[in-house]
């Protein structure tokens, strides 16, 4: 479904190559992780897939159409984007939620849109905050409404960059399961950066390391290996069974 290949970025035209040969791949219903330190072109990356960067060489393709030659709106329909802090100004959660199908309409919103948006609010649990102040609500509340914005563009792939970092545990583990439900029920792609490495094994289907640029290595859960974490995050750790699952223990302070 998204394909990028060989892509590289600077921003200045004289200066260091911010990504340099990038290569990822991932399928409709895939929850991808992608992990490295800050500076690393996490950010660099989400640029240009969301079509606000233009990369220097490589391609990015959607179902095997070429990204780059599509227009805005186009763009728009196909990717969403939720950043870590969104703001929305004093706009009611119904019409923060319905700004995501402007890509879709002109200057008036059709019976359809709103339709949609009605759906959304149902699926997702909201219709008793419809009306509310968005910047009267939670922390994780606000997340779940940028997060129905983004489902109102009906698009084929969403961005999260960093969507736990200003919340508590449990609006964590909530917004957490509702994109990985919007996933598996809509087939959506989510390709999102996360710094808990135990939450990113938790959450996701595949990872990309990038270090440098570069995606170092690919894979699935079983991808995590004291080695790659040393050689992308410069941190010591170990893993740990606990249950059926793999626990990251130790240096993780030099992950987050």
């Known amino acids: 479904m998204l394909s990028v290949e060989n892509l590289a970025f600077r921003y200045r035209r004289r200066g260091p190559m911010v990504l340099d040969g990038v290569d990822l791949e991932l399928r409709g219903g895939e929850i991808g992780i992608l992990l490295g330190r800050n500076g690393s072109g996490k950010t660099t990356l989400f640029r240009n897939l969301l079509g606000i960067c233009a990369p220097q060489r490589g391609a990015i393709r959607f179902d095997g159409e070429d990204f780059l030659r599509l227009s805005r709106r186009e763009r728009a329909r196909r990717v ?39 759906r959304i609010l149902a699926e997702m649990r909201m219709e008793a905050l419809a ?50 439900k919007l996933a598996r029920e809509k087939g959506i792609a989510i390709l999102s950066a996360l710094h808990d490495l ?31 974490i040393k050689d992308i995050f410069d941190a010591d750790v170990k893993m740990v069974d606990i249950g059926d699952r793999k626990i990251i223990v130790g240096g993780i302070s030099q992950c987050v």
């Open 198 to 228: 135990n939450q990113a094994m938790a959450f996701g289907d595949r990872f990309f390391f990038i270090k440098g640029g570069k995606i170092r290595y690919t894979g699935g859960k079983d991808s995590f290996t004291p080695r790659v």
């Open 80 to 118: 969403a984007y939720v950043p870590q802090d969104i703001r929305f100004g004093a706009l009611s959660v119904y019409d923060s939620i319905l700004l995501g199908r402007v890509a879709y309409f002109g200057y008036r919103a059709s019976r359809e849109d709103h339709a949609i948006v009605a």
């Open 131 to 180: 009306e509310r102040n968005v910047e009267q609500l939670s922390g994780g509340e606000r997340q779940k409404v940028a997060i129905a914005r983004a489902m109102a563009q009906a698009p084929r792939l969403m961005i999260f960059d960093e969507p736990t970092g200003n919340l508590d545990i449990a609006n964590e583990q909530q917004v957490l399961q509702e994109a990985g």
